[in-house]
């Protein structure tokens, strides 16, 4: 009988573990409680009715929907979402962020999407009119004369790179996501105020915004002129009392009827912090529209609504400047009194009004994903190359401090962090190109790849020492550790994006049920309600048990087709991704509609989102590019450190529920448990010494990290003059060790000047 029990219950946590139908395992758990425990007649009466109510849905939705929903409502459970919020959490699409928050993530889809490629033209105008441009560049003067100089202004226009995303039959370049990040990525590497000035045209502004919403009479007018840059661009949405709350914008714009019987909008506004602001031609405005009158017929509170402004038009005021950190990009203060445009302004005309916030959330979410993994990565790969050949160039203590420990930890950081954030980048890019737009994934995109970069700059310049400290034009690093809080703040500040955006809107837009639920009870409607809650209640028993199993077999229960490597890595992700979902089905069942104020909570939460993708991404890599023996060690030293931020965050969910009994059972039992059966620790010591390796090194690996990047040739430029530098200093590497031994062994004197010695 023991064997027989046995084998039943092998069987219930089979058909859990995979997730069936509770139609499939509930008379399977009723065998094994018949057949494990004498449980009495009273029992039966109430577990098989129980059971009959749980399976019909039309008995279930009745006498235990219905009631419940009543309860959630008068108890006041329900999670408030506005619309401005139901507009955040529609704009894009699910992409991989959906594995994650399933429990069960398909790692044979998620291997198989697409790793990008450049196309030859875009290879080609990277090569060519990119290169151009960064050799016309010098960030030394560019700092010195406040601005970028007239030719490279002129040659940006020539040469369309403010046309990047416009389509060819616009008169842009029509670029690919891919290309388009590529060439960000190599002017960052050169000049991160070269990098802002071409991306701001190229991301959320006039162009993007009427590539997916203007008229054909406003495509037709403005996409050449702004492709050409006989039309410069900016985008104001900012002001002051509205940073990171843009919803509560009071630029307000008012229907009227001028003399002549024509329908215009007056508008009054004040923006702050608009990159291109004090030059640009054509602004991108965000303000508030109203028809007092309701001459529209559509009522008083149209919305937030986006038009396009001329900056020539009588009472737009533009000129000043604000000084962001010293980074002489334009940036500025914007302001508008009784500015009159007509209805044909607003982005789309008629149908355009009150979609501007649908038309931000769609479009920033693809920006995130683009523009600022691009500026960071370039700027990270600069990092990279300049520490490590500084690092084997510069002596001390008789020796170059490439060699010493402290700065392996250094360098190994850099090099690992440059594989996962450029993993990462194409991983994204190419969902993009696919038409997809993950605005979950961008977020944790954005919020990454600036941090990253500010940490990897400071890496580096700690072992440059004093000579990233001094400014001068050979310092290769100080401009970049100016502009790493711009990236931080824009586009979303970055404490917000950890906290609100990650999880929060992961939380709602990938779950598979929990917005349907929340649609559902707001609309009242029951049956849908039942639904979803019963699939929810056996996601979440699937989960829970996933994660027991999982937790137990130490992901050894998921079987990976992966080369041995990556399957280690992918076992412990989906055990990750298992403990994620079931435990956001706890926190949001015991904190219901609070969760979104435990921001301690929810930016644990994204942290553990995040690490699962940035990890994922560099798997994907790593399989795209071949499984190279060379590059198992990013594999192994990103695998550790994601999985140990992930592990350290689940350790401090679970230390901080509350106070409550059920916190306190989290804090003193699942958390030691979770402790004892860790997913990571830490990467080991001696991946520093390889990884190092990498950017000391000169090489194929070396310039493979970095690829992308642009490298002067001329060795009287600053990088040019480094890498020469590094070239000699490594050449000369075993002449030098070989006169060391010789003077150790006391053949040769220290101090005697060997042409003295010849005389
Ligand atoms: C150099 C530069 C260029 C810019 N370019 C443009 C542009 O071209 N167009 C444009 O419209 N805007 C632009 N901005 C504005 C930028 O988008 C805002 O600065 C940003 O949205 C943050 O707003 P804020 O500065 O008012 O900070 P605040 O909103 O006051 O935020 C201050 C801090 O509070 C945090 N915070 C806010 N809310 C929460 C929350 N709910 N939970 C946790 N933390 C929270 C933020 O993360 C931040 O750390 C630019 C800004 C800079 C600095």
């Not at 399977?28 to 409680?33: D, E, R």
């Not at 940073?243 to 215009?264: C, L």
């Not at 009150?354 to 523009?371: C, K, P, T």
């Not at 060699?403 to 190994?412: P, T």
Request: proline fraction near 3%; charged fraction near 20%; glycine fraction near 8%.
């Amino acid at each position: 009988m023991e064997y027989i029990i046995f084998i039943l219950v092998v069987v219930l946590l089979s058909l859990w573990f995979v997730g069936v139908k509770a139609m499939v395992w509930m008379p399977l758990l009723a065998l094994v409680l018949f057949f494990s425990f004498d449980l009495g007649l009273i029992f039966w009466m109430f577990y098989i009715p129980l059971n009959i109510l749980i399976l019909l849905p039309s008995l279930r939705q009745d006498l235990l929907s219905r009631p419940l929903v009543g309860l959630i409502n008068k108890l006041g459970l329900m999670p408030r979402i506005s619309d401005t919020e139901k507009t955040a959490l529609r704009a894009g699409t699910i992409w991989v962020d959906g594995e994650f928050f399933s429990g069960k993530p398909n790692f044979d889809a998620i291997f198989k999407e697409v790793y990008p490629h450049l196309s030859e033209e875009e290879q080609d105008f990277l090569d060519n009119e990119t290169d151009t441009v960064c050799e016309m560049t010098n960030d030394w003067d560019v700092f010195k004369q406040r601005d970028l100089s007239a030719e490279v202004w002129q040659y940006l226009k020539d040469e369309k790179f403010f046309g990047m995303i416009i389509p060819k039959s616009y008169g842009g370049v029509g670029f690919s996501a891919l290309g388009h990040s590529a060439v960000i990525q190599k002017m960052a590497s050169r000049s991160q105020v070269l990098a802002i000035t071409t991306m701001v045209p190229n991301s959320l502004g006039p162009a993007e915004l009427l590539l997916h919403y203007g008229t054909q009479s406003q495509k037709d007018y403005y996409l050449p002129r702004l492709a050409d840059g006989r039309d410069i661009p900016c985008f104001a949405l900012t002001e002051p009392l509205a940073g990171s709350d843009a919803t509560s914008i009071s630029s307000s714009g008012e229907i009227f009827k001028d003399k002549s019987g024509n329908i215009k909008i007056r508008l009054q506004f004040e923006k702050r912090y608009i990159t291109l602001g004090a030059i640009a031609t054509v602004i991108g405005l965000a303000f508030v529209l109203k028809d007092p009158e309701n001459i529209l017929g559509k009522g008083e509170d149209l919305g937030i609504t986006c038009a396009l402004v001329t900056s020539n038009k009588r009472g737009v005021k533009q000129g000043r400047q604000h000084d962001p950190l010293g980074v002489p990009f334009i940036n500025s203060p914007l302001s508008g009194k009784n500015v009159v445009i007509g209805l044909d302004d607003i982005i789309g005309a008629e149908e355009g009004i009150g979609q501007g916030w649908l038309m931000l959330m769609e479009s920033l979410a693809v920006g995130r994903g683009i523009s600022l993994p691009s500026t960071s990565t370039g700027g990270v790969k600069l990092g990279a190359r300049v520490a490590g050949a500084y690092a084997q160039v510069r002596e001390q203590f008789g020796i170059s401090i490439a060699k010493f420990e402290g700065i392996e930890i250094e360098l190994a950081k850099i090099a690992g962090f440059t594989y996962m954030l450029d993993a990462s980048r194409k991983f994204t890019i190419g969902a993009i190109d696919a038409g997809k737009k993950p605005a979950v994934i961008n977020a944790v995109m954005k919020y990454h790849s600036t941090e990253k970069f500010r940490e990897v700059i400071n890496h580096a310049m700690d072992i440059q020492g004093g000579a990233a400290i001094s400014l001068g034009e050979r310092n290769l690093l100080a401009h970049a550790y100016f502009g790493a809080p711009v990236a931080i703040t824009v586009e979303g500040a970055n404490i917000m994006t950890r906290t609100l955006i990650q999880f929060g809107q992961g939380v709602i837009r990938c779950h598979p049920y929990a917005y349907k639920e929340i649609e559902a009870l707001e609309k009242g409607d029951i049956k849908a309600f039942d639904e979803y809650f019963f699939k929810h209640l056996g996601f979440t028993l699937r989960n829970m048990v996933r994660m027991t199993l999982l937790s137990l077999s130490r992901g050894y229960l998921h079987l990976s087709s992966r080369s041995s490597l990556t399957a280690k890595y992918e076992r412990k992700l989906v055990w990750a991704s298992a403990s994620f979902a079931f435990l956001t089905d706890f926190v949001m069942a015991y904190y219901g509609g609070s969760l979104k104020q435990k921001e301690k909570i929810t930016a644990r939460f994204g942290d553990i989102l995040s690490w699962m993708y940035l990890l994922s991404a560099t798997l994907k890599r790593y399989e795209s590019e071949g499984k190279r023996a060379e590059d198992r060690i990013y594999v192994q030293w990103i695998g550790d450190y994601a999985l140990n931020e992930i592990q350290e965050a689940f350790e401090q969910i679970c230390l901080n529920i509350d106070n409550s009994i059920i916190g306190k059972f989290f804090a003193y039992s699942v958390y030691w448990y979770v402790r004892l059966n860790s997913m990571g620790k830490k990467p080991k010591d001696v991946y520093s010494k390889s990884l190092a390796k990498k950017l000391t090194v000169p090489g194929q690996e070396r310039d493979s990290l970095t690829e992308g990047i642009y490298i002067p040739h001329r060795t009287t430029e600053s990088l040019g003059r480094l890498e020469e530098a590094f070239l000699f200093s490594t050449q000369a590497d075993s002449i030098i060790s070989k006169v060391k031994q010789e003077i150790h062994s006391g053949r040769l004197q220290k101090g005697v000047s060997l042409y003295e010695d010849a005389l």
